[in-house]
């Protein structure tokens, strides 16, 4: 606690924020944060060797309208004009903008944009947000990426926390130089061959091994031992960001860098890739979110920060900032009701919708959440009866939806809902049919939109991540699908229902195998069962629920491995990228087949799934869950 005031200080080229805690220095009237001095450190923040470039910044990425692909433009957006928005000496919040004009087309994205940095008194810390404005008659484009980046001294700050166990020491960022380091399939691993700290020889560096699901991405940060002092980014609400409450996103990784992740395209691709229309208006506010400092003993900065997080997000929506584009608690509304399941195959009746994900978000087809980035969202999870509540919603138009784990499928209330300011909405009873036209036959996995309940190899001892040996996430380490040409060197995967081990035999991803030329060959997976009878009076249905696809075609044929056409392909989708990123699950796809009766036998049937495109180890999709089921009027035999 300190009972000094919020201060500003007005340079020529810098403005200071401090209130005895703290003091932040922002060039003006770029809006880069320069300085951080805290706990007695003249600066947090790395400093480069020219001594004029700090790293605490906001940065996007654009490109022209019609671009494909997730690249474009970066640009850390340097304001032109700098305003005093808030002064005294309970809170300061200070403005960087940079407005566009037609002269700019083609050179800069065609945005208004307004970030905000805001120091209160007596607080460990210092927020800031932003809102982007692009007017209906200015050019179309897209944005794949935005987000804030902060560099920290890399001789101070070495241990990372992202989670109780996802915290370590970390390599150096001059581990990963060219004399120190090997690269390896994907730009961002790095076998480390030589490091500075002998510990790390031997083991892969890679951002993407720390990402985050949205839901659970509130602090993460950097700790320095020499003097203890911690560097958190907490981000209290994810309403901002894209792509709904299990969207993965980076958080902090050798450099060190903390970031705040608000749009990405990250495990999705250009499905998540903001794209503006011509003639479409569009505003946005991204956070405030929460730079937080604390200092003391090293073992409690962690807990420290998170119960730090809690206050944070009890305190949202926050009441200080000064745009009126950040609508405070009053002017928003609540939502509630119960979210119940009717699956006359499981059950006579209701099930309640336990730990459903429940959410509103902007209005859109069934499912559009997970690439939807223009809009706000506002997800919970409903009890084990399946109420929910959601609250602080920013007025508008939106549908409900929601998906519930072990159960395949997205609900969407058709009804659109209209939150006004202060409305309280009590929706009662929701109704979720899942997909369903049979009894089941069998299954394999548990449909929850993830692929972890599979079998997830060792790595390979020359690319290991200690971090994740012996870890509930050992999906994360680098290398895995190589392991599956290693395991299966010259057949496929066999999968006999009722006897095979899905959690042992069914491997987590369905990847290509490398030859001995270094070419790539697709696998076709088999899965073995027996029908006592056939139903010749209807269809069966096939239900494939997919976690992640990139660069992938799946085809599906029964009884027959090279029938042509296959009985179903998706087509070519996914540019999800979560082999390569180390995750185990991107956007959910649903894939219902119909299987006619008379490709069925009694007796042994084998069902076969065929990986098609083989030009890349690097392609592939991962399983949620497999369902085959009866025609509606049979039972199972």
Not at 230 to 247: D, L, N
Not at 579 to 606: F, K, Q, S
Request: proline content about 7%; aromatic content about 12%; hydrophobic content about 35%.
């Amino acid at each position: 606690m300190s009972s000094q005031g919020v201060q500003l200080h007005i340079q020529d080229k810098y403005v200071v924020m401090e209130n005895g805690i703290l003091q932040v220095t922002i060039s003006s009237p770029d809006g880069i944060v320069t300085g951080i001095q805290y706990n007695g450190i003249d600066n947090l923040l790395e400093v480069e060797e020219d001594d004029l470039v700090h790293r605490g910044y906001w940065d996007l990425v654009w490109s022209e309208a019609g671009s494909t692909g997730t690249t474009g433009t970066f640009d850390e957006f340097k304001g032109t004009s700098f305003n005093v928005i808030v002064e005294n000496e309970d809170q300061v919040e200070i403005s960087f903008t940079r407005t566009w004009d037609s002269s700019l087309e083609g050179t800069v994205v065609p945005l208004n944009l307004d970030k905000r940095f805001v120091m209160l008194r007596n607080s460990s810390g210092f927020y800031s947000y932003a809102i982007f404005e692009h007017l209906q008659e200015w050019p179309p484009f897209n944005l794949p990426q935005t987000r804030i980046v902060f560099k920290l001294r890399k001789d101070k700050f070495h241990y990372m926390a992202i989670a109780d166990n996802r915290q370590r020491f970390m390599p150096l960022p001059d581990d990963r130089l060219p004399d120190r380091g090997q690269p390896l399939a994907t730009p961002e691993a790095v076998l480390l061959v030589n490091p500075i700290e002998p510990e790390f020889k031997g083991e892969v560096d890679d951002k993407y091994q720390y990402s985050c699901e949205n839901k659970d991405l509130q602090v993460h940060g950097w700790i320095c031992l020499d003097p203890p002092v911690g560097f958190w980014q907490i981000t209290p609400s994810s309403e901002f960001r894209s792509g709904g409450p299990v969207k993965q996103n980076l958080t902090s990784h050798v450099g060190p860098y903390a970031l705040a992740m608000f749009l990405s395209a990250h495990y999705a691709g250009e499905d998540l890739v903001l794209k503006l229309k011509p003639g479409e208006p569009w505003k946005k506010v991204f956070g405030p979110v929460f730079m937080y400092l604390n200092e003391g003993d090293p073992i409690l900065l962690w807990e420290d920060a998170k119960q730090q997080m809690l206050s944070e997000v009890q305190s949202w929506p926050y009441n200080f900032p000064a745009s009126e584009d950040f609508p405070s608690f009053d002017q928003r509304g609540n939502v509630r009701g119960r979210l119940q399941v009717q699956d006359r195959y499981v059950s006579d009746k209701c099930i309640p919708a336990n730990s459903a994900y429940v959410g509103l978000a902007p209005q859109g087809e069934v499912g559009s959440w997970q690439t939807e980035c223009k809009g706000y969202q506002f997800w919970t999870q409903a009890d084990e009866e399946g109420y929910f509540s959601i609250n602080n919603i920013r007025t508008g138009e939106y549908n409900v939806y929601a998906w519930v784990p072990g159960f395949i499928g997205d609900y969407r209330y058709d009804v659109t809902i209209n939150i006004s300011e202060g409305c309280e909405i009590d929706m009662g009873d929701l109704i979720f049919e899942p997909p369903r036209n049979g009894a089941t036959l069998w299954e394999i996995g548990i449909p929850d939109r993830s692929a972890a309940e599979f079998y997830i190899p060792d790595p390979d001892p020359k690319y290991i991540n200690g971090l994740y040996v012996n870890h509930p996430d050992r999906y994360r380490q680098y290398g895995l699908w190589e392991r599956y040409a290693d395991l299966y060197p010259d057949e496929d995967l066999v999968y006999t229902v009722g006897i095979s081990d899905y959690t042992k035999d069914w491997f987590f991803a369905q990847v290509n195998r490398k030859k001995d030329d270094g070419t790539y060959q697709g696998t076709t997976w088999q899965i073995r069962f027996k029908l006592e009878t056939v139903d010749h009076g209807g269809t069966y249905k096939l239900r494939l629920a997919l976690a992640t696809a990139h660069l992938a075609e799946l085809q599906v044929g029964i009884n027959d491995a090279e029938v042509d056409p296959p009985l179903f392909t998706t087509g070519q989708i996914g540019h999800d990228n979560t082999i390569a990123r180390h995750g185990i699950h991107g956007l959910y796809r649903l894939y219902n087949v119909d299987v006619p009766d008379v490709l069925l036998a009694e007796g042994e049937n084998t069902i076969f799934l065929k990986q098609a495109i083989n030009t890349d180890p690097l392609q592939g999709i991962m399983y949620d869950y497999i369902r085959l089921e009866c025609p509606p009027s049979s039972s199972p035999s």
